[in-house]
């Protein structure tokens, strides 16, 4: 199986600032790779795609980039609303297998 | 617009069999290939298989002498039958649709293995 590790686990930000946060997969993955977005008591949201294409509905300043086994998910200008869980998702090889989270908040 | 929503009982005997319900609208079951995806809480999401839009099913390895997925497109629905449940297969369980990457989930339904 391939495995996805993220990192930070857990990022603490203001409002206004820049974050990133990281998957490295164990092989290359050659861009299947899908950001999520999840809030407390809430089904996880898709926010990109083949590890760069922003999906329908979410804000620009959501921005993903990377290849082989390096990708990062940017988030510009922290709003409150982005406080919440994000997950990275690989679907180049079965079994699909996801990181085990970072968790945004507010500082 | 897409929905998809979850079924079944929130509550399983361990060793017992978990049966869910997946109903979707807005799209075709035979367009569309639908996952199960579950998560433990805290935890980051496993995705468990899925139903194909041409009927064939995919299976993740860890799972797959224990899980089953079926569908009725007449109804619009797919089915999960998992047997052997144990603790640690307690958490949400999501369906989903399947591009490889998943666009959009069902609300979830909270599975609890106790006796």
């Known amino acids: 199986d391939i495995q996805m590790t993220q990192s930070p686990a857990s990022l603490s930000a203001s409002l206004g600032e820049t974050v990133t946060i990281e998957c490295r997969a164990s092989?290359?993955?050659?861009?299947?790779l899908a950001w999520y977005q999840q809030k407390p008591g809430k089904s996880p949201q898709l926010l990109i795609y083949?590890?760069?294409s922003l999906h329908t509905g979410v804000p620009s300043r959501f921005s993903g980039s990377g290849s082989g086994t390096q990708y990062s998910l940017k988030i510009n200008s922290l709003q409150s609303e982005d406080v919440a869980s994000y997950f990275c998702?690989?679907?180049?090889?079965?079994?699909?297998?996801f990181g085990a989270g970072t968790k945004l908040e507010l500082k | 617009q897409v929905q998809l929503k979850e079924s079944g009982p929130g509550l399983v005997q361990p060793s017992e069999t978990l049966s869910l319900t997946c109903t979707v609208s807005?799209?075709?079951?035979?367009?569309?290939?639908v996952s199960w995806v579950r998560q433990p809480s805290g935890k980051g999401p496993e995705w468990m298989g899925r139903?194909?839009?041409?009927?064939?099913?995919a299976y993740n390895s860890a799972l797959k002498s224990r899980l089953s997925i079926s569908r009725d497109t007449s109804k619009n629905q797919v089915f999960l039958k998992m047997n052997s449940l144990q603790t640690d297969d307690t958490g949400t369980y999501y369906c989903?649709?399947?591009?490889?990457?998943?666009?959009?989930w069902g609300q979830g339904v909270m599975v609890t293995v106790s006796s």
């Open positions: 807005g799209f075709s079951l035979t367009s569309y290939s």
């Open positions: 998702q690989q679907y180049y090889d079965y079994p699909y297998t």
């Open positions: 092989e290359d993955i050659y861009n299947g």
């Open positions: 083949n590890a760069n």
């Open positions: 989903t649709r399947d591009w490889g990457y998943f666009d959009y």
């Open positions: 139903m194909w839009y041409d009927g064939d099913t």
